[in-house]
């Protein structure tokens, strides 16, 4: 596996573009001027 | 995540969006969230891996990502993150706490 950097503090945060319940897109910069908290979760049907 | 949905009146009087990522379908997220009860929240689709990889929490040997929180401010700075180990849930109270810090 390719060792990878996982994204730091002080880093701008890639924007993404991806599909959501209903197929409908949702984008990081929908949430300009908020701040936002995401979590990455591994599977549906996982704890959490 | 049950525990944030039950808890996004407080990320919104914080300033914050919630958003869950994982590497499921659509249709899977439907399902998963009407069994567990996440409706105030969306949660995205990364099929193709591509914001695991570049968020640098891909996980090759599963094809999938690991469980991770990111908060971001409003510029879209990333100001604080948390890689969580097997079994760890992200705790909502600590979370809260740091968007506060920033907000």
Do not use: C
């Amino acid at each position: 596996m390719t060792e990878q950097k996982t994204l730091n503090v002080g880093e701008a945060a890639p924007s993404f573009t991806l599909k959501t319940i209903g197929m409908k897109d949702v984008s990081l910069g929908d949430y300009k001027g908020k701040n936002v908290v995401l979590l990455f979760y591994p599977l549906d049907w996982t704890p959490g | 995540m049950p525990a944030f949905d039950k808890r996004i009146g407080d990320f919104e009087k914080a300033n914050a969006q919630v958003l869950g990522i994982s590497t499921d379908s659509p249709f899977s997220h439907e399902n998963w969230a009407k069994s567990v009860g996440i409706s105030h929240y969306p949660l995205l689709s990364d099929m193709h891996r591509t914001v695991a990889r570049d968020y640098g929490i891909y996980n090759g040997d599963m094809n999938i990502n690991t469980r991770a929180t990111f908060i971001l401010d409003k510029t879209g700075k990333v100001r604080y993150a948390e890689k969580h180990g097997k079994g760890e849930l992200p705790d909502p109270d600590k979370i809260l706490a740091e968007v506060k810090k920033i907000s």
